[in-house]
């Protein structure tokens, strides 16, 4: 199969689907990354954060074959027309005539602005024309962001089991270790464990990430 992965910052790829894309690349499937943004601008002026430096050790330790990095505003992508992120997805299906038989995106109800903004392109992006109409679309959830919207939440119903895959997933956000934060920050390695066997005892395996399914055609 062909993979589709947005991310709107680098390391939302290894939170959300780290596993995931782990497992999926070790089954044989192409993978492919669409990152927007540096993903640390908006904290430091001198952007000293530049995770894409990072982006290439992270695809090798996942098995993502290839990757494109954005510089849209980080955390301002709500300034940016829709049409321009869409055309930057638009433009990589064409462009590497790269249509996928699944696409990860983020959660249109994360609180982080940037997430919702891909997502909306995304779905905008792969909306219901012929050539699309064989794409499964699934949205993963970004600890920190995603259960930090008190209106809308996540909602899960479909499930990747990682348990062989989680210390690729460790490994990699590893190399994010400046974004890792002490327990009790959703964003600390012990949650994000805990968040894998959560969701690992909700579908019957030993951990698993969850995604919520935004389209598919049966």
């Given at each position: 199969m062909k993979i589709l992965v947005l991310a709107a910052h680098p390391d939302d790829e290894t939170l959300g689907c780290g596993g995931t894309i782990a497992r999926l690349s070790a089954e044989g499937n192409e993978i492919k990354l669409i990152t927007f943004t540096?993903?640390?601008?908006?904290?430091?002026?001198?952007?000293k954060d530049d995770r894409r430096d990072t982006l290439?050790?992270?695809?090798?330790?996942l098995g993502i074959k290839e990757w494109v990095s954005h510089d849209?505003?980080?955390n301002k992508m709500d300034q940016v027309p829709i049409l321009e992120v869409t055309k930057k997805i638009e433009k990589f299906v064409d462009e590497n005539n790269f249509v996928p038989d699944i696409v990860f995106t983020h959660s249109p109800y994360?609180?982080?602005?940037?997430?919702?903004?891909?997502?909306?392109?995304t779905l905008t992006a792969f909306r219901g024309l012929e050539r699309f109409s064989g794409i499964k679309i699934l949205a993963y959830e970004v600890p920190s962001s995603s259960e930090w919207n008190p209106i809308k939440q996540f909602m899960p119903n479909t499930y990747f089991n990682i348990?062989?895959?989680?210390?690729?997933k460790f490994e990699a956000l590893s190399v994010y270790n400046s974004?890792?934060?002490?327990?009790?920050?959703p964003r600390s390695y012990d949650?994000?464990?805990?968040?894998?066997?959560?969701?690992?005892?909700?579908?019957?395996?030993?951990?698993?990430?969850?995604?919520?399914?935004l389209r598919e055609v049966l």
């Open positions: 540096d993903g640390g601008s908006a904290r430091f002026d001198d952007n290439g050790q992270v695809c090798g330790i849209f505003p980080d994360c609180l982080n602005v940037d997430h919702r903004i891909v997502c909306q392109a348990s062989n895959y989680n210390e690729k974004e890792m934060r002490q327990h009790p920050h949650n994000c464990d805990r968040l894998a066997l959560v969701a690992g005892s909700e579908s019957g395996v030993e951990r698993a990430e969850r995604f919520m399914l």
